[in-house]
């Protein structure tokens, strides 16, 4: 496995797998009245599928961007480890779908009827798993962003805010419109610690420079601890002011920073954590 599927995992597509695109792009009612993905008015099990990997990747890099950010801050990193684990097995399950379908659909499968309902009923087991796992990434995202002013990381607070809600009733909501996901993602990708030391790198991957700027941050939250204002709010971080330009949504889509951040991970270790 390369280093970038070792973070970003591969989604596999099938160009003879028939995807009912006009369906995934959802008016606002839809997009607000179903917290199951599997209530949606689709009827191709690929499309299906589509909604819950369209759902499920910026979700897995803010996941990352915030793992990234509070490692060696925070024992939250433990439960962003965690939970990284997770999204990689949602992953290889919806992976493991779409070979099924892709299979059935290669073996001119002439009932259709039959075989769409078979991988629905398989989806709907993956269903239950997948809202079960965003009540426990919200139950721990909440709590990060509760301290988003501390941590200086209110632009996250606000794209996830846009991916995942809660109604008055207490039930969970998540963003279905592929495009928006994919705008939220690589919004995700402008704020994260990776892209601005892309940027002050000049684009080269330096790893003794990368090391040491992660020790610099490193002793910077610890001497905040010795100081009476260590508590304050980052009102004057970087990520709060931060305003992305059309060129740094340019770098985040590039072939090369996909490369440098996968490596900027490893070589940071950030998943070598683990929860005993």
Same mark, same amino acid.
């Given at each position: 496995m390369s280093t970038l599927q070792a973070f970003y995992p591969p989604i596999e597509s099938d160009s003879s797998?028939?995807?009912?695109?006009?369906?995934?792009?959802?008016?606002?009612i839809v997009e607000t009245s179903t917290p199951s993905i599997? *209530?949606?008015?689709i009827n191709n099990p690929a499309t299906f599928i589509s909604v819950y990997e369209s759902c499920l990747?910026?979700?897995?890099?803010?996941?990352?961007?915030?793992?990234?950010?509070l490692?060696?801050?925070?024992?939250? *990193?433990?439960?962003?480890?965690?939970?990284?684990?997770?999204?990689?097995?949602?992953?290889?399950?919806?992976?493991?779908?779409?070979?099924?379908? *892709?299979?059935?659909?290669?073996s001119n499968f002439s009932d259709s009827l039959s075989n769409s309902c078979f991988v629905r009923s398989l989806?709907?087991?993956?269903?239950?798993?997948?809202?079960?796992?965003?009540?426990?990434?919200?139950?721990?995202?909440?709590?990060?962003?509760?301290?988003?002013?501390?941590?200086?990381?209110?632009?996250l607070a606000t794209i996830y805010q846009k991916i995942i809600s809660r109604s008055d009733n207490g039930e969970i909501f998540v963003l279905k419109e592929t495009d928006k996901l994919e705008?939220?993602?690589?919004?995700?990708?402008?704020?994260?610690?990776?892209?601005?030391?892309?940027?002050?790198?000049g684009g080269q991957f330096d790893a003794k420079a990368i090391v040491n700027e992660d020790l610099a941050n490193f002793h910077n939250e610890l001497s905040k601890c010795f100081k009476s204002d260590g508590?304050?709010?980052?009102s004057h971080s970087h990520s709060k002011l931060f305003k992305p330009s059309p060129d740094d949504y340019k770098i985040a889509t590039s072939s090369q920073f996909?490369?440098?951040?996968?490596?900027?991970l490893q070589l940071l270790g950030l998943f070598d954590k683990r929860i005993f």
């Open positions: 797998t028939s995807v009912e695109t006009t369906s995934v792009t959802l008016n606002a599997l *209530s949606l008015p990747k910026p979700l897995y890099t803010l996941n990352i961007a915030l793992l990234d950010k490692h060696n801050r925070s024992n939250y *990193s433990l439960l962003l480890i965690h939970m990284h684990q997770r999204f990689i097995s949602l992953f290889r399950e919806l992976n493991d779908f779409k070979k099924m379908v *892709s299979l059935t659909h290669a989806l709907s087991g993956f269903d239950l798993k997948f809202r079960h796992f965003i009540d426990d990434l919200h139950s721990i995202n909440s709590q990060i962003f509760s301290n988003a002013e501390y941590w200086a990381l209110s632009p705008c939220l993602r690589l919004d995700v990708l402008v704020h994260s610690d990776s892209l601005k030391s892309y940027k002050k790198f508590f304050a709010p980052q996909k490369q440098f951040n996968a490596r900027r």
